[in-house]
């Protein structure tokens, strides 16, 4: 298990972005949330084994369809157990 903080800068908001990474998400076990940002970016937290996690990389390099996935930066992080994926609704800072 392994714990990931990603974060997706380009055309990723208004695209079903986050809609679409928990698709994603639930279908390959992972757990975490994702939330948009202020500054336009996705924010990504997302806990699982090594094959889904890459899953879920490798969409965050294209997005869902209207998306244009610019830079994608992930560091690994603390695990902290989350129990599903959730999508954040309000705007975090």
Do not use: W
Request: hydrophobic residues 40%.
């Amino acid at each position: 298990m392994k714990h990931l903080n990603i974060s997706i800068r380009g055309k990723v908001q208004g695209v079903f972005f986050r809609l679409t990474a928990k698709a994603v998400a639930d279908q390959v076990g992972v757990k975490g949330f994702v939330v948009n940002q202020k500054d336009g970016s996705v924010y990504i937290e997302a806990e699982g084994d090594d094959f889904a996690l890459d899953s879920m990389m490798d969409f965050c390099q294209e997005g869902p369809e209207d998306a244009n996935v610019e830079a994608v930066e992930v560091e690994e992080g603390e695990l902290k157990g989350f129990s599903n994926f959730e999508v954040i609704k309000r705007v975090q800072s």
